[in-house]
């Protein structure tokens, strides 16, 4: 069955330490992955995609992750964290042209001022 | 201004009683979705359209229910027959290519049991 799993089920840094998440799938063919955001109070927001091309990815406010697709693995980093990224994050997975998108269970990230 | 709008932000439900949670977007998208969320446990997929008149159940449908009569609307109810249904539940749509699959949500609506 097709998974994803995000290990980290809190992780709490201080600010201005540099932050990897993890994000590993199962899933075969080609797949789309993603990685949304969801701040306290908020709309879940998408922070950055993957569909194909440069396995390195940029997103908003600074966080970008890597595809490695030997290790079926997408994480998400973020070099210097400040106390507004305090949220939760969640990495996203679906098969290319497939309409249903699986979610990892969610990473709570607290930055300490 | 446009978006995806989930009404009411806070519900309660009565034991035996059925509840409809509303889901309008104005982005022109075909596809719609309805989600819950629950802590520690991500996003689990209810059901699905893809387009007018048409719906798929996810991997948790039972105790759910949804119609798509109109473009722009994906309204779910939460029938009695859902034993535990105090959750956040997320509404989205897809952007035109599905290949890329890249959903927007709305704000979400909490369901309590009363």
């Known amino acids: 069955a097709q998974s994803v799993s995000q290990h980290n089920h809190h992780v709490i840094l201080s600010e201005a330490a540099s932050l990897e998440l993890g994000c590993n799938y199962s899933?075969?063919?080609?797949?789309?992955l993603f990685w949304y955001v969801q701040y306290p109070g908020q709309h879940l927001q998408l922070l950055l995609k993957?569909?194909?091309?440069?396995?390195l990815v940029k997103g908003i406010k600074g966080f970008e992750a890597e595809f490695i697709k030997s290790k079926f693995s997408f994480n998400l980093r973020k070099p210097s964290v400040q106390w507004s990224d305090t949220a939760e994050y969640f990495c996203?997975?679906?098969?290319?042209?497939?309409?249903?998108?699986?979610f990892g269970t969610g990473t709570r990230l607290t930055i300490i001022p | 201004d446009g978006g995806i709008t989930q009404s009411p932000k806070y519900l309660f439900r009565k034991e035996g009683q059925n509840v409809t949670l509303s889901c309008e977007q104005n982005?022109?998208?075909?596809?719609m979705y309805w989600y819950r969320q629950d802590p520690g446990q991500g996003l689990r997929l209810i059901y699905y359209?893809?387009?007018?008149?048409?719906?798929q159940k996810g991997d948790i449908a039972e105790g759910y229910s949804v119609s798509r009569e109109k473009k722009e609307s994906f309204p779910l109810t939460v029938t009695s027959a859902q034993k535990n249904p105090t959750a956040f539940y997320l509404c989205?749509?897809?952007?035109?290519?599905?290949?890329?699959?890249?959903?927007?949500f709305g704000a979400g609506t909490r369901l309590s049991v009363l």
């Open positions: 989205a749509s897809r952007g035109l290519e599905l290949a890329k699959n890249i959903q927007y």
């Open positions: 993957y569909f194909s091309g440069d396995p």
């Open positions: 982005l022109n998208h075909d596809a």
């Open positions: 996203a997975a679906s098969n290319f042209g497939n309409e249903k998108l699986t």
């Open positions: 899933y075969g063919g080609t797949v789309n």
């Open positions: 359209s893809q387009i007018v008149n048409d719906f």
